[in-house]
């Protein structure tokens, strides 16, 4: 019966796959700053506006501060109104969680995870707003396809989407 032990623990055979090597985490999220000024809100709002409109999209853009509450709004001329909501909630999901809503949309092809926290937006077009390395704000976009949304946001803070 002893002999039968190591066996019955999985001792007596040899690992026949390579070890996995642990999944790198990712680097933490920048630290919350003050909340963003009236006045750069609204001067990203009118950069995402001019984007929009240079592309021929009717958009919807919204502008939060850290905890998600609104700054500053505007939607297009003729801009379907589901937009409203859906700028609002991917800024606001893009400040409370640190990260892009696209992060949430790519996370979605690995299960159903995202769709499970509670004030998610899992669709690309809502970005952090950073300043001296600290998170104060959102912007969110709407209007679009997720890919038009998120360009016009990544244009509004000058990165590339």
Excluded: C, H, W
């Amino acid at each position: 019966m002893i002999g039968l032990l190591p066996l019955a623990l999985g001792l007596a055979a040899p690992q026949t796959q390579a070890p996995q090597a642990a999944p790198s985490a990712p680097a933490p999220a920048a630290p919350y700053g003050a909340p963003i000024s009236l006045a750069e809100a609204q001067r990203l709002l009118d950069r995402a506006l001019a984007a929009a409109r240079a592309k021929g999209f009717r958009m919807a853009v919204a502008v939060v501060e850290p905890d998600g509450n609104l700054v500053a709004f505007a939607r297009l001329d003729d801009t379907q109104y589901a937009s409203t909501t859906i700028a609002q909630g991917k800024a606001a999901t893009a400040a409370r969680f640190r990260r892009a809503t696209a992060v949430f949309a790519q996370g979605l092809a690995n299960g159903p995870g995202a769709l499970s926290l509670p004030g998610v937006i899992a669709v690309a077009g809502g970005r952090p707003i950073t300043a001296n390395g600290r998170i104060v704000g959102a912007i969110g976009v709407s209007g679009g396809s997720a890919a038009q949304d998120d360009a016009v946001a990544a244009e509004a803070l000058g990165e590339t989407p």
